[in-house]
């Protein structure tokens, strides 16, 4: 126990984050060949709908330009994500998923959901960061 609340969240946070990034890593790897990292790029691209400059890509992943360049050029390599010289600057290029890069990431997001609900019901830490309704799914509409 620490000296402030604020602290004790704070840990208990780090604490759960940590524990669903484990998992995340472990089960995005086994069963979609993919890391935490390239499933939150996948996330920012299909938010985007469309194309996206490569920086703003990496703004919005929290991720370092160079990590995001590196695994977008997997994802290219892979058939997930294309490019192309950015319209207004030739220095750089925008991105987006291919429908294969979209259906991974439809399939690794039904993973996720799962891995989070089962860790939520697992994990008293988690199930406080993440809220309680994460642990069981919504009852359906009569």
Known sequence: ????????????????????NQAAERV????HGLCASAFEIMDVMVRADDWIRAGELSSRASRSQPQVS???????????A????CATDRRGFDARLTP???ELFSRSSATMETVLRELAESSAEV??????SAARPAAPAP
Not at 1 to 10: G, Y
Not at 70 to 80: E, S
Not at 127 to 132: C, E, H, P, S
């Open 100 to 102: 294969a890069g979209r």
């Open 28 to 31: 995005l790897a086994e069963r």
């Open 127 to 132: 199930r406080d960061v993440m809220g309680r």
């Open 70 to 80: 590196r695994l977008l050029a997997q994802m290219i390599t892979a058939g997930y």
């Open 82 to 85: 294309e490019r192309r010289p």
């Open 1 to 20: 126990m620490t000296e402030t609340a604020l602290t004790d969240r704070w840990v208990a946070v780090t604490r759960a984050c940590a524990q669903i």
